[in-house]
């Protein structure tokens, strides 16, 4: 299965080119296929043929099935969840969550198997319902995770998403900002 498709066409121009003589073009295939692309030559019509499936199997929404979410997702992100399932198309990109600051203090954290451990000792815990994620590389102004001040203040967290090498979800801290209630 590829997880993208390109369509390219490219007009080679013959040593002896005249603008009298009429230039062929060749129409390319790309696809991605698991970090490698592969490039094929194809026939106008086949090249029309995948291009016209790929666009129905968009139209009727079966690429979104559990396993294919890759795209970046319309709205805003609301829980972990979300973040994780949409990781791949999200990795090292800014995201916007709204949750609680909960410095140092993961005693009513549920922290889910695709949660990263802490990066650096100064990391803090970051909570969206019950469940928390660990936030590395800078904090909010006026919190302190050493002496508990802020904690359970409502921010709205920009950060950029980290996947570990072994698939683990971790938030780097860009900035935030107090939720007026």
Known sequence: MFSSLFLATRAPTPPNYSPT???TNQILIFLHCGGERVACPARPCAARAVLCLAALAVAIGCLTSPGCE???PRGTLETFDDVYRYREAMRD???ALTGRFMGWQGGECVF???AAPQATRSDWIFKIGDSCLYVTGGRPPDV???EGTGVGRQ???DARLRITPDSRVLLEYVSSAPVVQ
Request: charged share 10%.
């Open 93 to 95: 990109s800014l995201i």
């Open 70 to 72: 890759t795209s970046k």
């Open 112 to 114: 889910p198997s695709y």
């Open 155 to 157: 921010i709205r967290l």
């Open 144 to 146: 302190s995770p050493m």
């Open 21 to 23: 003589l009429p230039q």
